[in-house]
């Protein structure tokens, strides 16, 4: 077996087809499914072919967790010069539409992967898989049951108890094939029969007793209309679809792994092309939930701001947030894929958050608790403009012009009246500097005379510190961000923590409800912040870097022409980068 890493072709890129197995050098690192491929490509097996797909069902807003799953399945079918299809599980209409679709698409893209022309439905195979139906039946393997659901259950018995036969299980293959054409026609109500696997009411894995393979439902569905009244259930469905698409590889998540029998049984009964399905760990959050019902629950409830929330787990919330699509692609790379479920720190995405803004996002100032200072010593009728990079990390990003003038703002955590004994910003009698600007002294504090809050500071600059430099060598420790009055822009920023502060919010005790661990202070809106004047145009979607803040996106749901609102992305705390320093000490 060839362990060896691959070099990864560009995320967006087309591998001629057949170009599978060329032993590169790499940055891939390796797993176990990796290793299973490897070796498939090396023996010859699928004749060299790496054929992989992302089958989401559209009942819902993908999440981080389908993230990983994506970066998987495309990032292996590019690294072995595979192909990877986008199919829509899409077997239950009562629950699925092209909203959906269209937002699940929109996602994928946005990650950074293409499928081509490759954009597949379960519903594109209805008659074929009614076909296989049919051949089941004839075979002997399959049979039209009347037990009601509850029924079912009934029958099929315990962990330590094997089910029973359902009195219907020894119908002829005529009488089975009359009802199920029956059931197609709509002759039958919902619930009245199913199509059922002929299999093993004593099996110790309960999903093969005579598990169902059709159900009626009197739906109309979004893509057939009413062309249908049966459905396919999934584990019938999806083991053929990849059938069909000649799939190599199946991935799936563990919760899966029960379910791989019947998806070989039901292929092997059929004798058709018979792709594997390998199970990898699903990806947990701590302070997050992933549950779709859980989400729905807070979207219903008002909880959130819809699907796109911020702080959801969805890709439409992150992407709102202005997380990156190579910060999570990265993340994923580093959490690795694994055999075993485990719950991965939210910090280590917030560091591969941090770790591609701080390299691409244009830093700025923004004051969001503003406090006047008057620079006494500064003359009223003048202006001056100053010189401030973009980004120290990318020089490539260039330098920008920034208003300064008498009258300033700073924030109000900035300045105390009576400072500790290590406090190096500003204070009466205390001198800092203000970025990319001058030195400063703060000489008093005027007072709101009715509630005695402090409304001004009046300060004396140093002319001869231009640019935030001393000429005569005198060094200040204290450095402060700033916006100039008269060109400062009035913006609303609103401040996103997690949504949960409990650390695993899945945990939770009989009786006790999940959203009992939501966080109060998960939102705060803060409606009379100043930002530099060139923010006033901000498009929606664009990141920044707020100096000693944190990084900030121009929300694109409530942003104006002219009134951008921001969202802040991530703090600059980084605890994940603290705790692998830690390690690397104690190594």
Known sequence: MNNMKRKIPPVNGTPPAGAAGKKEESVAPSNFIRAIIDEDVETGKWDGRVMTRFPPEPNGYLHIGHAKSICLNFGLANDFGGRCNLRFDDTDPSKESMEYVESIKADVRWLGFDWQDREYYASDYFERLYDYAVTLIKAGKAYVDDLSPEEIRQYRGTLTEPGKNSPYRGRSVAENLDLFTRMRDGEFEDGARVLRAKIDMAAPNLL??????????HVSHYRTADRWCIYPMYDFTHCLSDSIEKITHSLCTLEFEINRELYDWVLDALAVYHPQQIEFARLNLTHTVLSKRKLIELVKGGIVDGWDDPRMPTLSGIRRRGYTPAA????????????????????LLEHSVREDLNQNAMRVMAVLNPLKVVITNYPEDRQEELEADNNPENPSAGSRRIPFSRVLYVERDDFREEAPRKWFRLAPGREV????????????????????EVI??????????????????????GTLHWVSSAHAVEVEVRLYDHLFSKEDPNAVAGGEDFKEGINPDSLQILPNCRVEPALADAKPGSRYQFLRLGYFCVDPKYSAPGKPVFNRTVTLRDTWAKIEKSQKNKA
């Not at 993340?331 to 894929?337: A, L, S």
């Not at 002294?441 to 007072?447: H, Q, S």
């Not at 935030?468 to 060094?475: I, L, P």
């Open 328 to 347: 999570i692609r990265n993340f994923c790379e580093r959490i690795g894929v694994a055999k075993a479920n485990s719950t991965v720190d939210i910090a």
């Open 456 to 477: 001004e500071l009046h300060c004396t600059y140093d002319p001869q510190t231009r640019g935030g430099w001393s000429q005569d060598g005198r060094k200040v420790k």
């Open 208 to 217: 093969m007793r005579d598990p169902t393979l059709y159900r009626i439902k």
């Open 433 to 452: 500097r203000l970025k990319h600007a001058y030195y400063i002294t703060c000489n008093e504090a005027v007072k709101d005379e009715q509630t005695g």
